[in-house]
Nanobody, 119 residues
Framework: QVQLVESGGGLVQAGGSLRLSCSASGRTLGAYVMGWFRQAPGKEREFVGSIRWSGSPTYNADSEKGRFTISRDNANNMVYLQMNRLKPEDTAVYYC????????????WGQGTQVTVSS
């Protein structure tokens, strides 16, 4: 079993920055893919990006490229989502998730952290 806890959300003005953290516990996550998702009110959850144990992170959309950066600290089982130049449309609940080796779906999810960007 894996427990994921997000933190770092909050209210920020457009153009500002936030860094979300995801703390993982329960087992070693070395072989897991760690992902970030978000869900805005009235919309479906969408994939933001992911990162493997080693290698470069991947991002879902060009809008995030250059603004969002995913990183991980394997020694401490932490994953981060640095968000810069935030826009009102980035307002959503952000979730951290983990996908086990060989799995197609993400197995474990955090409770989410609210990010609100004011215009």
């Amino acid at each position: 079993q894996v427990q994921l806890v997000e933190s770092g959300g909050g209210l920020v003005q457009a153009g500002g920055s936030l860094r979300l953290s995801c703390s993982a516990s329960g087992r070693t996550l070395g072989a897991y893919v760690m992902g970030w998702f978000r869900q805005a009110p009235g919309k479906e959850r969408e994939f933001v990006g992911s990162i493997r144990w080693s290698g470069s992170p991947t991002y879902n959309a060009d809008s995030e490229k250059g603004r969002f950066t995913i990183s991980r600290d394997n020694a401490n089982n932490m994953v981060y989502l640095q968000m810069n130049r935030l826009k009102p449309e980035d307002t959503a609940v952000y979730y951290c998730a983990a996908k086990g080796p060989g799995k197609f779906e993400y197995d474990y999810w955090g409770q989410g952290t609210q990010v609100t960007v004011s215009s």
